[in-house]
Protein backbone atom coordinates (compact mmCIF):
# COMPACT_ATOMS: atom_id res chain seq x y z
CA UNK A 1 0.00 0.00 0.00
CA UNK A 2 1.55 3.51 -0.84
CA UNK A 3 1.61 6.05 1.62
CA UNK A 4 -0.24 8.17 -0.12
CA UNK A 5 -2.75 7.51 -2.84
CA UNK A 6 -3.74 9.90 -5.67
CA UNK A 7 -5.65 9.46 -8.81
CA UNK A 8 -3.28 10.36 -11.63
CA UNK A 9 -6.10 11.76 -13.57
CA UNK A 10 -6.43 13.26 -15.95
CA UNK A 11 -8.88 15.24 -14.57
CA UNK A 12 -11.14 17.50 -16.62
CA UNK A 13 -13.44 19.87 -15.85
CA UNK A 14 -15.04 23.01 -17.75
CA UNK A 15 -14.31 26.60 -17.02
CA UNK A 16 -16.16 27.75 -13.92
CA UNK A 17 -16.76 24.22 -12.71
CA UNK A 18 -15.79 22.86 -9.08
CA UNK A 19 -12.71 20.42 -9.69
CA UNK A 20 -12.64 17.84 -6.56
CA UNK A 21 -9.30 16.25 -6.02
CA UNK A 22 -8.80 13.37 -3.32
CA UNK A 23 -6.08 12.09 -1.57
CA UNK A 24 -5.98 9.02 1.01
CA UNK A 25 -3.21 8.36 3.04
CA UNK A 26 -2.07 4.87 4.99
CA UNK A 27 -0.26 6.34 8.55
CA UNK A 28 -2.66 7.53 11.02
CA UNK A 29 0.07 9.04 12.52
CA UNK A 30 0.38 11.83 9.71
CA UNK A 31 -0.37 14.90 11.47
CA UNK A 32 0.26 17.52 8.85
CA UNK A 33 -1.18 17.81 4.99
CA UNK A 34 -0.71 19.89 2.18
CA UNK A 35 -1.90 20.73 -1.26
CA UNK A 36 0.77 21.63 -4.24
CA UNK A 37 0.54 22.82 -7.55
CA UNK A 38 2.88 21.69 -10.01
CA UNK A 39 2.69 23.30 -13.10
CA UNK A 40 4.68 21.92 -16.17
CA UNK A 41 8.48 22.38 -16.06
CA UNK A 42 7.94 24.06 -12.59
CA UNK A 43 8.97 23.18 -9.42
CA UNK A 44 5.89 22.65 -6.56
CA UNK A 45 3.89 25.36 -5.17
CA UNK A 46 2.15 24.99 -1.43
CA UNK A 47 -0.87 26.27 -2.05
CA UNK A 48 -2.84 25.09 1.10
CA UNK A 49 -2.17 23.50 4.60
CA UNK A 50 -4.61 21.73 7.29
CA UNK A 51 -3.89 20.63 10.54
CA UNK A 52 -7.04 19.52 12.07
CA UNK A 53 -10.16 17.87 10.68
CA UNK A 54 -12.88 19.63 8.81
CA UNK A 55 -12.64 22.21 6.24
CA UNK A 56 -10.30 25.13 5.42
CA UNK A 57 -11.35 28.07 3.00
CA UNK A 58 -8.63 30.34 0.90
CA UNK A 59 -10.20 32.39 -2.06
CA UNK A 60 -11.24 29.29 -4.62
CA UNK A 61 -9.47 27.00 -2.73
CA UNK A 62 -10.79 24.65 -0.16
CA UNK A 63 -9.07 21.96 2.08
CA UNK A 64 -10.92 19.11 3.47
CA UNK A 65 -9.45 16.61 5.74
CA UNK A 66 -11.08 13.54 7.37
CA UNK A 67 -8.04 11.65 9.79
CA UNK A 68 -10.89 8.93 10.74
CA UNK A 69 -10.93 8.22 7.02
CA UNK A 70 -7.49 9.15 6.25
CA UNK A 71 -8.80 11.57 3.19
CA UNK A 72 -7.94 14.63 1.92
CA UNK A 73 -9.56 16.62 -0.53
CA UNK A 74 -8.89 19.85 -2.04
CA UNK A 75 -11.88 21.86 -3.64
CA UNK A 76 -11.33 24.60 -6.57
CA UNK A 77 -14.20 26.99 -7.47
CA UNK A 78 -14.94 28.50 -9.93
CA UNK A 79 -11.99 26.88 -12.08
CA UNK A 80 -10.07 28.60 -14.11
CA UNK A 81 -7.88 27.45 -17.41
CA UNK A 82 -5.00 28.52 -15.34
CA UNK A 83 -6.05 26.16 -12.59
CA UNK A 84 -4.56 23.70 -15.48
CA UNK A 85 -1.64 21.10 -13.16
CA UNK A 86 -0.75 18.97 -10.85
CA UNK A 87 -1.89 18.53 -7.81
CA UNK A 88 0.37 17.06 -5.63
CA UNK A 89 -1.17 15.91 -1.98
CA UNK A 90 1.76 15.69 0.73
CA UNK A 91 1.26 14.16 4.00
CA UNK A 92 3.39 15.27 7.21
CA UNK A 93 4.90 13.07 10.27
CA UNK A 94 6.63 13.70 13.17
CA UNK A 95 9.31 11.34 14.59
CA UNK A 96 13.21 10.26 14.75
CA UNK A 97 13.86 13.89 15.11
CA UNK A 98 11.95 15.42 12.22
CA UNK A 99 9.42 16.16 10.27
CA UNK A 100 8.71 13.54 7.31
CA UNK A 101 6.91 15.06 4.46
CA UNK A 102 5.57 12.69 2.01
CA UNK A 103 4.33 13.28 -1.73
CA UNK A 104 1.91 11.05 -3.54
CA UNK A 105 2.48 10.94 -7.18
CA UNK A 106 -0.41 13.67 -8.15
CA UNK A 107 -3.57 14.17 -10.22
CA UNK A 108 -3.32 16.05 -13.39
CA UNK A 109 -6.18 19.09 -13.69
CA UNK A 110 -7.19 19.99 -16.96
CA UNK A 111 -9.74 22.92 -17.52
CA UNK A 112 -11.72 23.12 -20.48
CA UNK A 113 -12.59 26.39 -22.12
CA UNK B 1 12.05 36.57 1.92
CA UNK B 2 14.46 35.27 -0.34
CA UNK B 3 13.40 31.92 -1.82
CA UNK B 4 15.44 28.14 -2.07
CA UNK B 5 17.92 28.47 -4.03
CA UNK B 6 19.02 25.73 -6.33
CA UNK B 7 22.32 25.72 -9.11
CA UNK B 8 22.79 24.63 -12.03
CA UNK B 9 19.62 24.80 -13.05
CA UNK B 10 19.83 22.32 -16.19
CA UNK B 11 22.99 19.53 -15.97
CA UNK B 12 23.84 16.99 -19.16
CA UNK B 13 26.75 14.51 -17.93
CA UNK B 14 27.72 11.02 -19.71
CA UNK B 15 26.69 7.83 -17.48
CA UNK B 16 29.56 6.84 -15.19
CA UNK B 17 30.52 10.65 -14.28
CA UNK B 18 29.81 12.62 -11.83
CA UNK B 19 27.69 15.51 -10.88
CA UNK B 20 27.13 17.57 -7.75
CA UNK B 21 24.22 19.85 -7.12
CA UNK B 22 23.89 23.05 -4.73
CA UNK B 23 21.00 23.58 -2.51
CA UNK B 24 20.63 27.60 -0.29
CA UNK B 25 17.35 27.07 2.16
CA UNK B 26 15.21 29.92 3.44
CA UNK B 27 17.18 31.55 5.96
CA UNK B 28 16.07 30.48 9.57
CA UNK B 29 14.60 26.95 8.27
CA UNK B 30 16.26 23.77 10.02
CA UNK B 31 15.28 21.14 7.65
CA UNK B 32 16.53 20.95 4.42
CA UNK B 33 14.87 17.92 1.84
CA UNK B 34 16.24 16.78 -1.16
CA UNK B 35 13.96 14.73 -3.37
CA UNK B 36 13.99 13.45 -6.84
CA UNK B 37 11.24 13.84 -9.64
CA UNK B 38 11.37 11.61 -12.65
CA UNK B 39 8.82 12.44 -15.16
CA UNK B 40 5.15 11.60 -14.19
CA UNK B 41 5.80 11.04 -10.64
CA UNK B 42 4.86 12.50 -7.00
CA UNK B 43 8.36 14.06 -5.79
CA UNK B 44 10.71 10.89 -3.79
CA UNK B 45 12.55 11.86 -0.64
CA UNK B 46 15.99 11.16 -1.08
CA UNK B 47 17.64 13.41 2.34
CA UNK B 48 16.13 14.98 5.41
CA UNK B 49 18.31 17.18 7.03
CA UNK B 50 17.61 18.55 10.28
CA UNK B 51 19.91 21.67 11.03
CA UNK B 52 23.26 19.28 9.93
CA UNK B 53 22.41 15.75 10.65
CA UNK B 54 20.49 13.24 8.89
CA UNK B 55 17.00 12.55 9.92
CA UNK B 56 15.86 10.27 6.95
CA UNK B 57 18.09 8.92 4.14
CA UNK B 58 16.56 5.45 4.09
CA UNK B 59 15.78 6.05 0.07
CA UNK B 60 19.10 7.55 -0.94
CA UNK B 61 21.24 4.81 -2.96
CA UNK B 62 24.31 5.16 -1.03
CA UNK B 63 26.29 3.01 -3.25
CA UNK B 64 26.48 6.69 -5.99
CA UNK B 65 24.81 9.28 -4.19
CA UNK B 66 25.74 11.13 -0.92
CA UNK B 67 25.12 14.26 0.64
CA UNK B 68 26.23 16.64 3.05
CA UNK B 69 24.76 19.94 5.13
CA UNK B 70 28.14 21.59 6.58
CA UNK B 71 27.14 23.70 9.16
CA UNK B 72 23.20 23.11 9.28
CA UNK B 73 22.98 26.16 6.04
CA UNK B 74 24.09 24.96 2.56
CA UNK B 75 23.81 21.35 0.92
CA UNK B 76 25.15 19.70 -1.99
CA UNK B 77 24.34 16.33 -3.64
CA UNK B 78 26.78 14.52 -5.50
CA UNK B 79 26.05 11.56 -7.79
CA UNK B 80 28.88 9.44 -8.83
CA UNK B 81 29.03 7.14 -10.80
CA UNK B 82 25.96 8.69 -12.63
CA UNK B 83 23.34 5.89 -14.46
CA UNK B 84 20.93 6.57 -17.14
CA UNK B 85 18.23 5.90 -14.37
CA UNK B 86 19.32 8.85 -12.41
CA UNK B 87 18.08 11.62 -15.20
CA UNK B 88 15.44 13.26 -13.58
CA UNK B 89 14.73 16.92 -11.51
CA UNK B 90 16.62 17.34 -8.28
CA UNK B 91 14.39 19.25 -6.19
CA UNK B 92 15.54 20.78 -2.59
CA UNK B 93 12.78 22.32 -0.17
CA UNK B 94 13.43 23.54 3.49
CA UNK B 95 10.85 24.39 6.36
CA UNK B 96 10.86 26.06 9.63
CA UNK B 97 8.34 23.62 11.38
CA UNK B 98 6.16 21.65 8.91
CA UNK B 99 5.06 23.84 5.56
CA UNK B 100 8.14 23.01 2.76
CA UNK B 101 9.30 25.43 0.49
CA UNK B 102 10.70 24.26 -2.87
CA UNK B 103 13.84 25.50 -4.94
CA UNK B 104 13.42 25.79 -8.57
CA UNK B 105 15.07 22.34 -9.39
CA UNK B 106 17.85 20.97 -11.20
CA UNK B 107 16.93 19.06 -14.42
CA UNK B 108 19.37 16.42 -14.86
CA UNK B 109 19.60 14.44 -17.96
CA UNK B 110 22.67 11.50 -18.42
CA UNK B 111 22.69 10.27 -21.90
Known amino acids: QKEVEQNSGPLSVPEGAIASLNCTYS??????FFWYRQYSGKSPELIMS????GDKEDGRFTAQLNKASQYVSLLIRDSQPSDSATYLC?????????????FGTGTQLKVEL | EAGVAQSPRYKIIEKRQSVAFWCNPISGHATLYWYQQILGQGPKLLIQFQNNGVVDDSQLPKDRFSAERLKGVDSTLKIQPAKLEDSAVYLC?????????FGQGTRLTVV
Open chain 1, 27 to 32: DRGSQS
Open chain 2, 93 to 101: ASSRITEAF
Open chain 1, 50 to 53: IYSN
Open chain 1, 90 to 102: AVNKSGGGGNKLT
